[in-house]
């Protein structure tokens, strides 16, 4: 009987400065590059929004793929359903019998856009809210969907479009994405609208996606140049509020408004997702001179089990005798200069150059951030 086991404890990112003068040729944030955008596709108007409608209902039309009859509310919203369509097994012995393998209970959301009115489509999600294995092929009869006032805004109905699938065969079974949640595509039409009066978002505030005091500046520069005079203010790093003459058409202003192209200077920003290993590094990153020494200690532990037999005419028993041996290999360490002007390009091509993986490429990151090497918001995931 024998059983290895390993361990490996991956050491290794250290991080030196290096011993670079910062030299007077160091590009200032200025020399950064805005880009360019509209109105409408960096902020909002304060006042127009999405609502979110939630609902609960059933799929038919599984192969046998649905809820088991362990779960009791598929059986229960089944029975409601065939009442209101004048088949009434209340108090019938047989319900509780009921299988329901070709249906499942479903929750539905749905975004219900600002200035949508009554016969306006709307796509849906549906998500399995038992233990069905699948919604393939499923229809998901008519649910109501609900605001969070309690008041039914649409009604959702349709056949599901899955982006995955779910195969069982005598005991092998094979799962492509996730089959248990799907799409509607306009499979909701809009029963009650919610009101927007334009009139009555005197005066208009526009809201930056991301705030930033010279974009909001910026932004209402440009809207004043475009509409030959001062109408825009920015009031803080998120707002910019529009000052509207009595009687004037709100609708055609915020049109002219949109349309604005804007100087917009993003925020650098490093995103890692430490489950998945992703690093996505934005434009706007800079790095200062800096050397970076990686290398790894790789420790490995084996153990197995030998038995142990005792000696002829001994009074000994058999053992059974653990047998360790533990191996440490620590590898060179490979160095990156990053020397003055050094981009966010050279950084990632230093570091596929020395086999760093997507995982050491985030502990070198936040390892650059401490030193203050790297001149970016770090946001891990």
Same mark, same amino acid.
Request: proline share 5%; aromatic share 4%; hydrophobic share 45%.
């Given at each position: 009987?024998?059983?290895?086991?390993?361990k490996?404890?991956?050491l290794?990112?250290w991080l030196?400065t290096?011993v670079?003068a910062h030299?007077a040729?160091v590009?200032?944030p200025?020399?950064?590059?805005?880009r360019?955008?509209?109105?409408?596709?960096?902020?909002?108007?304060?006042?127009?929004?999405?609502?979110?409608?939630?609902?609960y209902?059933i799929v038919?039309?599984?192969?046998?793929?649905?809820?088991?009859s362990q779960t009791?509310?598929?059986?229960?919203?089944?029975?409601?359903?065939?009442?209101?369509?004048g088949?009434?097994?209340q108090g019938?012995?047989?319900?509780?019998?009921?299988?329901?393998?070709n249906?499942?209970?479903?929750f539905?959301?749905?975004t219900?856009?600002?200035f949508?009115?009554?016969g306006?489509?709307l796509?849906?999600t549906v998500?399995?809210?038992?233990?069905? @294995?699948?919604?393939?092929?499923?229809l998901?009869?008519?649910?109501?969907?609900?605001?969070?006032?309690g008041?039914?805004?649409a009604?959702?109905?349709?056949?599901?479009?899955l982006?995955g699938y779910s195969?069982?065969?005598?005991?092998?079974?094979?799962s492509?994405?996730d089959?248990?949640t799907?799409?509607v595509?306009?499979?909701?039409m809009?029963?009650?609208?919610v009101?927007?009066?334009?009139a009555?978002?005197?005066?208009?505030?526009?809201l930056?996606?991301?705030?930033d005091?010279?974009?909001?500046?910026?932004?209402?520069?440009?809207?004043n140049?475009?509409?030959?005079?001062?109408v825009?203010?920015?009031?803080?790093g @998120?707002?910019?509020?529009?000052?509207?003459a009595?009687?004037e058409?709100?609708?055609?202003l915020?049109?002219r408004?949109?349309?604005?192209?804007?100087?917009?200077?993003?925020?650098?920003i490093v995103?890692?997702?430490?489950?998945?290993g992703?690093v996505?590094?934005g434009?706007?990153v @800079?790095?200062?001179?800096?050397?970076?020494?990686?290398?790894?200690?790789t420790?490995?532990?084996?153990?197995?089990?030998?038995?142990s037999?005792p000696g002829?005419?001994?009074?000994?028993?058999?053992?059974?005798?653990?047998?360790?041996?533990i191996?440490?290999?620590?590898?060179?360490?490979?160095q990156?200069?990053?020397?003055?002007?050094?981009t966010?390009?050279?950084?990632?091509?230093?570091?596929?150059?020395?086999?760093?993986?997507? @995982?050491?490429?985030?502990?070198?990151l936040q390892?650059m951030?401490?030193a203050?090497?790297?001149?970016?918001?770090l946001?891990?995931?």
């Amino acid at each position: 009987m024998r059983g290895i086991w390993t361990k490996r404890i991956a050491l290794g990112v250290w991080l030196a400065t290096a011993v670079f003068a910062h030299a007077a040729d160091v590009s200032s944030p200025s020399d950064l590059s805005p880009r360019l955008a509209r109105v409408k596709d960096v902020s909002s108007v304060e006042g127009i929004r999405d609502n979110q409608l939630i609902g609960y209902g059933i799929v038919v039309g599984l192969h046998n793929t649905g809820d088991s009859s362990q779960t009791v509310f598929p059986v229960q919203t089944l029975l409601s359903t065939l009442q209101r369509m004048g088949v009434n097994l209340q108090g019938n012995s047989l319900a509780s019998t009921m299988q329901v393998r070709n249906m499942a209970a479903v929750f539905i959301a749905a975004t219900l856009p600002p200035f949508a009115e009554p016969g306006t489509k709307l796509d849906v999600t549906v998500s399995s809210a038992g233990d069905a @294995r699948s919604l393939e092929g499923g229809l998901l009869l008519m649910s109501p969907l609900y605001g969070p006032d309690g008041r039914i805004y649409a009604q959702a109905q349709g056949p599901l479009v899955l982006g995955g699938y779910s195969v069982q065969a005598n005991g092998n079974s094979k799962s492509v994405n996730d089959p248990t949640t799907g799409i509607v595509p306009d499979g909701a039409m809009v029963e009650r609208a919610v009101p927007v009066d334009l009139a009555d978002l005197r005066p208009l505030t526009l809201l930056l996606d991301n705030a930033d005091f010279r974009t909001a500046e910026q932004m209402a520069d440009a809207i004043n140049h475009s509409l030959g005079k001062k109408v825009a203010t920015a009031v803080d790093g @998120r707002r910019v509020t529009l000052t509207t003459a009595p009687g004037e058409d709100i609708a055609a202003l915020l049109a002219r408004v949109q349309a604005v192209e804007v100087q917009v200077y993003p925020k650098a920003i490093v995103v890692v997702n430490e489950r998945t290993g992703t690093v996505v590094i934005g434009g706007q990153v @800079r790095l200062q001179p800096v050397t970076i020494l990686h290398g790894g200690l790789t420790v490995t532990v084996q153990s197995h089990l030998e038995v142990s037999q005792p000696g002829p005419l001994s009074s000994g028993t058999t053992q059974v005798v653990r047998q360790t041996t533990i191996n440490a290999q620590d590898k060179p360490a490979n160095q990156i200069v990053l020397k003055n002007g050094a981009t966010v390009q050279d950084l990632v091509a230093s570091l596929q150059q020395i086999g760093a993986t997507a @995982r050491d490429i985030i502990s070198i990151l936040q390892a650059m951030k401490q030193a203050q090497a790297l001149e970016a918001d770090l946001e891990v995931q």
